[in-house]
Each structure stands twice: as C-alpha cells, then as structure tokens.
C-alpha cells in the first residue's frame, strides 16, 4: 500500500537553528499538509499545499514557517530559527483530488528543540 | 474557528467488550473521519463518513454520523489487545480537517 514517507523519524536541534523537516507524499496525491502534535496535545492544522501554492494556513504558520515542494515529489517544512515550543510531533499528510476520501499521514518527524 | 471535543478522554475495557467513542464539533462539515494513533506513532486513517450518511461500517468499525447534533460516535466490536491507542475525530472540508481531542482506548486482554 502507497505510503507517506517523512524524515528524519527524529531531529534534535539547537534553539535558534533552522531546521527541515522532509515527507514524500504518495505520487498520485495533490493535496498537502502539514500538522503538527505538541506531547500530549491534539494534533494542529499547519497549513495545506496545492498546485505549487498554500491554500491555507493556520495561525501557528507564521513567517518562522515555510513549505515548499521543491522537485515534484518531495514537500518540505522549513522552521527558521527554532524555539523551544517548537518542539513537538510533526506530520506531513497528503490525499487525493477525489472528494471524500481521507488523508494518508506520515509516521512522523519528532523535532526536539534544546 | 472550529473546535472538537471527544468523549470519554479515556476508556478502559476488557478484550471482547465493545468501545464507544463520541466526537461533537461546532460548525457544518462535508465530512468526518476517524484516526487511530498508536502511542507516539502516526495516524492511521481508519473511516470516513460523508456528511449526507448517518452510519458506515468497516469491519468491526461502526460510524454514526448526526450533523444536526453535530456529533458522531465510533464502536469498537469486540476488542482486542491491539485495539489499544489513542483515536481521534477529524472534521471538516476539503482544504484542511480539524482534529478532536481523542479518546485514549485501553484493551486489557
């Protein structure tokens, strides 16, 4: 079965380095996103990706924040000069142009900011 | 903006038992959909409901789905161990979903 593929699984990082946070969605997809879970949170809304473009982005999605899909299959998250509520699960999500069907996520990149 | 709340924040249930989970949100939605997360894993899409339905079933997964009390309820059949995780709500439209609070389902065998 098609499968989300983000790395690394798990990033350390000083407070105030930049970081990159990268998810190959399933090839077939058009839609993107990013989420991100703080430990024992729920899981946010980031910011959706179409046709080179956001479509949307929440208020965590600041200018510390920025996507990109930079060759037609891999879709990045870059965090410029990470803080250290920053810290948290990050999920890259992707689905299909079809109406109602769900999203595939990926298993995750843990950002740990020290 | 849209919030979701599910209830009970957690579950625990002996194997065989079934698990009901309960998801209320605030505003209208094209669809609703569950996810389970295993402890510190990723999210596995596990149901979808449009908002036109009002019940769906996928193996032991039954959804219900009454959007005008803007609530939808999950059932587990006859658990497992390994049902065992955390299971969230998603709502919304096609540009982005919101996720509920979870229900954290605990299976002892």
């Known amino acids: 079965e098609p499968e989300v593929t983000q790395t690394p699984s798990h990033q350390v990082t000083q407070m105030g380095q930049e970081v990159i946070l990268r998810c190959v969605p399933i090839s077939n997809h058009l839609y993107f996103y990013w989420y991100r879970q703080i430990l024992g949170q729920k899981v946010e809304f980031l910011v959706s990706f179409y046709n080179n473009e956001i479509s949307e982005k929440s208020e965590i999605f600041d200018d510390q924040f920025s996507v990109e899909r930079p060759d037609g299959s891999n879709f990045t998250l870059k965090i410029r000069s990470t803080k250290l509520e920053d810290s948290a699960m990050y999920f890259c999500?992707?689905?299909?142009?079809?109406?109602?069907?769900?999203?595939?996520f990926g298993s995750g990149t843990r950002l740990t900011v020290v | 903006s849209q919030q979701g709340e599910e209830d009970p924040q957690a579950l625990s249930i002996q194997e065989g038992e079934n698990a009901t989970m309960n998801c209320s949100y605030k505003t209208s939605i094209n669809n609703l959909q569950w996810y389970r997360q295993n402890s510190g894993r990723g999210l596995v899409h596990l149901i979808l409901i449009r908002s036109n339905e009002r019940e769906k079933h996928s193996g032991r997964l039954r959804v219900t789905l009454d959007t005008s009390k803007k609530s939808s309820s999950l059932l587990i059949t006859a658990s497992r161990a390994a049902d065992t995780a955390s299971y969230f709500c998603?709502?919304?439209?096609?540009?982005?979903?919101?996720f509920g609070t979870g229900t954290k389902l605990q299976v002892i065998p």
């Open positions: 998603a709502f919304g439209g096609y540009q982005k979903v919101t």
């Open positions: 999500a992707s689905r299909t142009g079809i109406l109602n069907y769900g999203y595939t």
